[in-house]
T-cell receptor
Framework: DAKTTQPNSMESNEEEPVHLPCNHSTISGTDYIHWYRQLPSQGPEYVIHGLTSNVNNRMASLAIAEDRKSSTLILHRATLRDAAVYYCILRALSYNTDKLIFGTGTRLQVFP | GAVVSQHPSWVICKSGTSVKIECRSLDFQATTMFWYRQFPKQSLMLMATSNEGSKATYEQGVEKDKFLINHASLTLSTLTVTSAHPEDSSFYIC????????????FGPGTRLTVL
């Protein structure tokens, strides 16, 4: 499985934008980039995913580098409820294996 | 969005007993369910993948005779930790997805198991 590298932790102030980076230099052409987040003592929550083009949804934006070797999850205005561990995961589209392999993620702290 | 529930949300048991954890997809049919384990301050580790009506596929290092998985219907999967020991104490999380392909996985809220 292709691996991802994320900073262990990041900090932000409330209502400021947050850019969470992820490196995935060994990504293959069929790997989708998924982001999940996990709030304390809860199961992970889907945030966003993309393949090549930048993506936007109500939760966040995903900016994917042209060579696809890195991506950035963007929270436009951080709130205290965004404090969580954010996981960047590569997911191969395969009918035989469809599993998510979680890395260590980035722990985001948001200060009021 | 799709909702996945787990029951119980927490359980405390004595060493040597077996514990069953249920994972249900409440508003969709899940062809595939996944079971994860998470120790404190660590990431999620995939334990097994189960498809409805067939045997689960376990990840390397996960004992299939200790962690029994049953996926008898499209909305229910169960994980039974047999002869639990204190080292099995962990946060167990299931996820479910609707179909093959790129459909997202929907996670349950987790079950905290404490073995005394």
């Amino acid at each position: 499985d292709a691996k991802t590298t994320q900073p262990n932790s990041m900090e932000s102030n409330e209502e400021e934008p947050v850019h969470l980076p992820c490196n995935h230099s060994t990504i293959s052409g069929t790997d989708y980039i998924h982001w999940y987040r996990q709030l304390p003592s809860q199961g992970p929550e889907y945030v966003i995913h993309g393949l090549t083009s930048n993506v936007n949804n109500r939760m966040a934006s995903l900016a994917i580098a042209e060579d696809r070797k890195s991506s950035t999850l963007i929270l436009h205005r951080a709130t205290l409820r965004d404090a969580a561990v954010y996981y960047c995961i590569l997911r191969a589209l395969s009918y035989n294996t469809d599993k998510l392999i979680f890395g260590t993620g980035t722990r985001l702290q948001v200060f009021p | 969005g799709a909702v996945v529930s787990q029951h119980p949300s927490w359980v405390i048991c004595k060493s040597g007993t077996s514990v069953k954890i249920e994972c249900r997809s409440l508003d969709f049919q899940a062809t595939t369910m996944f079971w994860y384990r998470q120790f404190p301050k660590q990431s999620l580790m995939l334990m097994a993948t189960s498809n409805e009506g067939s045997k689960a596929t376990y990840e390397q290092g996960v004992e299939k005779d200790k962690f029994l998985i049953n996926h008898a219907s499209l909305t229910l999967s169960t994980l039974t930790v047999t002869s639990a020991h204190p080292e099995d104490s962990s946060f167990y999380i299931c996820s479910a997805k609707r179909q093959l392909g790129i459909d997202t996985q929907y996670f349950g809220p987790g079950t905290r198991l404490t073995v005394l």
